[in-house]
């Protein structure tokens, strides 16, 4: 009998042990099981949200727009010249760089390109124009001489039509320029003429020396009209 109990005892006991191992290794495989799933569940969550976080950032589709190309002004400059080296309009050159005038000088830059080109307008057909004669204007300092005024067309014989400084005066027939001796009036100084009013020393001739100018007028008729006169002129710069 006392066999028996003995007997029973430890069949509890290999029984209740083994149940206890067995219950240990599915609870910690069911644990496993578990950490696994949440695990890759929490790396699907976290890959999700970095790739709506992506926002692909268009590119811009404007490019750059070139640097104008400035010009440094040498000694003998001059608008004209710089355009026409430069193929533009010398409208275009004047409003680029915010001139209202001709006067230039050895140092200063300007620019001479842009994103268009001022469309020059077509210059009036040549007629006979009547010069009439403008009030002096008031500058101080200003220099007066007393010269003899010959006249000139861009069509004389032996003539260009193209001036010392530079001016097309066949494609510029509206402008006011007159031929002096540079010894005594440089290139490109603003004067008023007394009967032709206020112009540009913008060109010389071979008899143009001392005190003698010659003003350019369009027309043949209006050049053999203005002959030979003694007129004042100013120098205004």
Same mark, same amino acid.
């Given at each position: ?12 006991? #290999? ?14 495989? !069911? #644990? =496993? *099981? ?24 268009? =590119?811009? &589709? ?23 080296? /430069? ?17 230039? /000088? ?5 620019? @001479?390109?842009?994103?268009g080109e001022l469309v020059e307008t077509a210059a009036p057909a040549k007629e006979k124009i ?9 500058? &101080? ?10 006249? +000139? ?14 001016? *097309? ?7 006011? @320029? ?17 009967? +032709?009013?206020?112009?540009i020393a913008a060109d010389t001739g071979g008899a143009i020396k001392g005190h003698k100018i *010659? !003003? ?11 002959? !030979? ?9």
């Amino acid at each position: 009998m006392l066999k028996l109990k003995i007997f029973l005892l430890a069949i509890l006991f #290999v029984g209740s042990t083994y149940l206890g191992v067995q219950g240990s290794v599915l609870a910690n495989t !069911v #644990v =496993q *099981d578990e950490e696994f799933t949440i695990l890759d569940y929490l790396s699907d969550i976290i890959s999700s949200k970095e790739s709506d976080e992506l926002v692909e950032v268009p =590119q811009s &589709s404007k490019e750059l727009e070139p640097e104008p190309i400035v010009y440094k002004v040498t000694e003998g400059d001059n608008l004209y010249r710089i355009a026409r080296n /430069h193929d533009i309009s010398l409208d275009s050159l004047l409003a680029w760089n915010g001139l209202t005038g001709e006067l230039i /000088h050895p140092g200063d830059e300007l620019i @001479v390109s842009g994103d268009g080109e001022l469309v020059e307008t077509a210059a009036p057909a040549k007629e006979k124009i009547a010069v009439s004669p403008s009030p002096p204007p008031t500058v &101080s300092n200003e220099k007066e001489l007393l010269v003899t005024a010959t006249a +000139y067309t861009a069509y004389c014989e032996g003539c260009s039509g193209t001036t010392a400084y530079g001016i *097309d005066l066949r494609a510029n027939p509206n402008h006011k @320029v007159i031929a002096v001796d540079p010894n005594l009036i440089p290139l490109g100084t603003k004067v008023w003429v007394e009967g +032709y009013g206020e112009a540009i020393a913008a060109d010389t001739g071979g008899a143009i020396k001392g005190h003698k100018i *010659d !003003v350019f007028i369009p027309s043949y008729d209006g050049a053999m009209e203005w002959g !030979v006169r003694k007129v004042k002129m100013k120098v205004l710069n």
